[in-house]
């Protein structure tokens, strides 16, 4: 039962272009929403997050939407640099309950210069 | 600061052997959580301590496994009599008391367990 889910394994995008890494979700009892940032051999790095009660927040050249009634998630990153390169973790938790994050399984970005 | 940490960065084990792993979390963090990463898969949560509160056990796949924080710090993930379904990456993370707010869950570099 895969509440949070990632449907594109990996992603290809030339430098300089927007790259969209998309998340959907099954519990409507989620309440707040996170993308994280994966290199080889290191733990997940916050990237970052949104609120349920917003549909948009950014910083710097990153953007996430949150669409709830499609239970669906973007991250936008424009414009795209090679050390973007990584693998994208899209998370949710309903915050009362501890924090505990439901994880997607995750999007390879490889962004070519 | 020092972040997380955790140790053994790998650890190879046969089956049926019991495994410790350890991970000392940010100072001052009073929430620490352990996750596991199996091939291809997301983060799965498996335990959750928050203060001196009972942990949150609900993540964990079976009483083979365990998890003690002692003094409010250090923490460790015990696996007993292993199988090779148990072959993941076993991370840590930290935060500030968790409330109702979302802190920052701040990751350790894990510890790739490998069950031959």
Known sequence: DQQVKQNSPSLSVQEGRISILNCDYTNSMF?????????????????????????????????????????????????????????????????????KLVFGAGTILRVKS | GAGVS???????????????????????HTALYWYRQSLGQGLEFLIYFQGNS??????????????ERTGGSVSTLTIQRTQQEDSAVYLCASSLDSGNTYNEQFFGPGTRLTVL
């Not at chain 1, 939407?65 to 669906?72: P, Q, R, V």
């Not at chain 1, 414009?79 to 994208?88: E, R």
């Not at chain 2, 993540?59 to 365990?66: A, Y």
């Open chain 2, 54 to 67: 009972a942990p949150d056990k609900s993540g964990l796949p079976s009483d083979r496994f365990s998890a």
């Open chain 1, 31 to 99: 309440d707040y929403f996170l993308w994280y940032k994966k290199y080889p051999a290191e733990g997940p790095t916050f990237l970052i997050s949104i609120s349920s009660i917003k549909d948009k927040n950014e910083d710097g050249r990153f953007t996430v939407f949150l669409n709830k009634s499609a239970k669906h998630l973007s991250l936008h990153i424009v414009p795209s640099q090679p050390g973007d390169s990584a693998v994208y973790f899209c998370a949710a938790t309903r915050m009362e309950y501890g924090n």
């Open chain 2, 6 to 28: 955790q140790s053994p960065s790998n650890k190879v084990t046969e089956k049926g052997k019991d495994v410790e792993l350890r991970c000392d979390p940010i100072s001052g």
